[in-house]
């Protein structure tokens, strides 16, 4: 994950998904994987629990060819451990 520059004004945090090419061949799995991302940082945004990673213009999560045979309930955790060890 990258985390951008800090924001000064009160405009949302944007939030990219991004799995290379070089991760596997086949777009059924690199769409899979993006789609596991999106939706556990869904549901963390519902929950509430994205700690300090608001306070930054940009969100970047970067899948790796390790991630694509990881299920929902393992991804949902990376992508939270993963917030919440944003430093501002």
Known sequence: MFAGIKKKTETPTKVG????????????????LKRLM??????LLKENELGNSQEFMSLIF???????????????????????GLKC
């Open 38 to 43: 999106r939706e556990s940082y869904r549901l």
């Open 17 to 32: 998904f991004v799995v290379s090419k070089k991760t596997h061949k086949r777009a059924v799995k690199r769409n899979r």
């Open 62 to 84: 970067v899948g790796t060819e390790h991630a694509l045979d990881k299920d929902f309930k393992t991804m949902y955790n990376i992508i939270k451990s993963l917030l919440k």
